[in-house]
């Protein structure tokens, strides 16, 4: 009997997400499938009654992916085990009070992990010289969430999103078939051509735009020639639901080092990023550079930071004994370093990576403390146009406060400086900054874009929308035009014919009945 909760307070914990920018509206029911067979049973009946499913993981997501806006049902992943046993090393943990297993082939370096699994369990359960590379920072998220967002993190700036080290899926269609695809099994030629277990052909037709050269996770996965897997990749959960993911490992560094620098201008931390990527090119290895600006610094609450006032900081982890840090040492000193925090044992990195989450962490705290609202970007741009995209979101920041002059913090920027990939979080106390911060959002979204960035370099794009002359489009559409979502939405009618599945991600459910006339 698969788990159904019906109760107010049981579907008021899926009512939104961690963005708080959209609300559940009348939902039923949410059902806690425990194996890949319960996900068939649901997707199959839901799709033979035509009920809307929207699949949920843990719910850190930042545009409302897993919140069903349309109604119907909502299908948590947190209970989902592993498909089926393998002739590999079985590892059990335990979480929300349930064993887990996941398989390890430890001499190909692989994992095979069900989709209700935390990275931050991930990373427990792993052998201790292994290691899943991409490093979002919230660790709460699950691996099929992180697959279904293409997710990334700090040390992306080495490693690569998570689309580098997804070796194969289990998915289930929205007509409730399982395909099981390997990197290589299927490519496209024009269409992408599959069969899934029971031998039913499917032919995908795929979107024709042209995805941007940098980080992006906007929109399908969309190439000349690309493999199955990278469709699903990415697709936010509107393709079908991920049961298990089948993982590339590496080798876990042992000598892993901290430094957090401090800087008194940001010209001197922008100087020392610099340094840092010609060190990367050379012979040391870097494996992440975030920046925080001063505003971030401000609101951060934090011994390191009581008392001072510095200009901007930037957290970086590179690998080398101390004998091999020259670069960094000498980067440090070009750029005028005014503090820095330095760890190299365990314990200090995480307490630096805590340090890092703690910022957007305590943003959220924060919000929920005054009842406010924040509008978050998620924009990269190549790295030419980075410099004056910086200034750009300072002058957005400045605008807001000129505009409402208040206590406390009005924008904060930091992130993922190494892929020219940074977060403002506009701090929202009333709708009328609200109204301002997504003015200001939008036309940066159109600045980045203009320049070959994305909307989206990480996060997806959900629900997330904007209105343009009375009518609301999804953020996409700046980017690929109306005609790309359009493709977006043909090549998702193709798995799901009835439309059940995830319905007003990436695409608003408007827009099917645009294509079907
Ligand atoms: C403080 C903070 C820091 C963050 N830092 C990062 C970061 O560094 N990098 C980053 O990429 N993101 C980051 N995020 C965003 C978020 O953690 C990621 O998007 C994460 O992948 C979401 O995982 P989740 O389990 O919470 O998914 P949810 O929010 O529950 O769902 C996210 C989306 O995935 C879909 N989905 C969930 N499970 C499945 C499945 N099994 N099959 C198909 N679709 C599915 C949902 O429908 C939804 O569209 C951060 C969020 C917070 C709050």
Same mark, same amino acid.
């Given at each position: 009997m ?22 559940a509206?009348g ?16 997707l199959?009946?839901?799709?033979? *009654? ?26 948590? *992943?947190q209970?989902?085990?592993t ?29 095979y ?24 920072t919230?660790?709460s998220?699950?691996?099929g969430?992180?697959?279904?967002c ?11 999103a ?15 078939d ?18 899934n ?6 032919? $995908? ?8 050269a ?5 929109g ?20 079908? $639901?991920?049961?298990e993911?089948?993982?590339?490992l ?8 901290g ?21 990367a090119?050379?012979a ?24 001072k006032?510095?200009?901007a ?8 004994t ?6 960094l040492i ?6 005028d ?6 760890a ?32 978050i970007t ?8 980075f ?23 009005h ?10 990939h ?44 904007? *209105?343009?002359d ?9 980017m ?10 043909? *090549? ?9 599945l995830n ?15």
């Open positions: 698969i788990r159904k909760e019906t109760a107010p307070e049981s579907l008021a914990d899926f009512a939104t997400d961690e963005s708080g920018i959209v609300q509206v939902v039923e029911a949410v059902c806690f499938p425990q194996s890949e067979q319960e996900v068939c049973e649901i199959a009946e839901a799709n033979e *009654t035509r009920t809307l499913i929207t699949t949920s993981g843990a719910g850190t997501g930042l545009n409302g992916g897993r919140v069903a806006i349309h109604g119907g049902m909502v299908m948590a *992943t209970e989902l085990r498909p089926q046993p393998r002739e590999l090393l079985a590892l059990q943990a335990e979480q929300f009070g349930q064993q887990y297993v996941i398989y390890i082939d430890e001499k190909r370096q692989e994992a992990v069900p989709a209700g699994v935390s990275t931050e369990l991930l990373d427990q359960m792993l052998p201790e010289e292994l290691l899943y590379p991409p490093d979002p919230e660790k998220g699950f691996i969430a992180n697959i279904a293409n997710a990334s993190g700090s040390r992306t700036f080495h490693y690569g998570s689309r580098n080290w997804v070796l194969g899926l289990r998915v289930v269609l929205p007509t409730g399982i395909i099981d695809i390997t990197h290589g099994d299927y490519t496209a030629d024009g269409e992408l051509r599959f069969a277990q029971s031998g039913i052909q499917y032919a $995908v037709p795929l979107p024709s735009y042209q995805m941007p940098g980080k992006n996770a906007a399908l996965y969309a190439r000349p020639g690309m493999d199955l897997v990278d469709l699903f990749v990415g697709s936010e959960g509107i393709l079908g $639901v991920i049961t993911v089948h993982l590339k590496t080798e876990r560094p042992d000598n892993i080092v430094e957090i620098a401090f800087f008194s201008s940001e010209a001197d931390a922008l100087g020392f990023v610099e340094d840092l990527r010609a060190a090119a050379g040391m290895t870097v494996l992440s550079i975030e920046y925080f600006d001063s505003n971030s610094l401000d609101f951060m609450e934090h011994e390191v930071l009581a008392g006032d510095y200009g900081a930037i957290y970086t982890e590179v690998v080398g101390l004998d091999e840090l020259d670069p000498a980067a440090l000193e070009a750029n370093y005014a503090a820095d925090w330095f190299d044992s365990s314990e200090e990195e995480l307490e630096q990576k805590e340090f890092r989450h703690s910022l957007p962490d305590e943003v959220h705290a924060y919000l929920r403390r005054h009842n406010s609202q924040a509008w998620d924009f990269a741009v190549p790295a030419e146009k410099p004056e995209m910086l200034q750009a979101y300072h002058a957005a920041g400045a605008a807001l406060r000129e505009k409402f002059p208040r206590e406390g913090e924008c904060l920027v930091f992130g993922h400086i190494g892929n020219y940074l977060h403002v979080e506009f701090i929202a106390h009333n709708s009328e900054e609200l109204a301002m911060a997504k003015q200001l959002y939008s036309e940066l979204a159109r600045q980045a874009i203009a320049w070959g960035g994305t909307v989206s370099a990480e996060h997806g794009v959900g629900k997330k929308t904007l *209105t343009v009375g009518r609301t489009m999804p953020y996409l559409e700046l690929y035009g109306k005609q790309g979502v359009i493709e977006i939405a043909r *090549t998702k009618q193709a798995l799901d014919p009835n439309l059940i319905v007003g991600n990436m695409v608003p459910r408007s827009y099917f009945k645009e294509l079907n006339g």
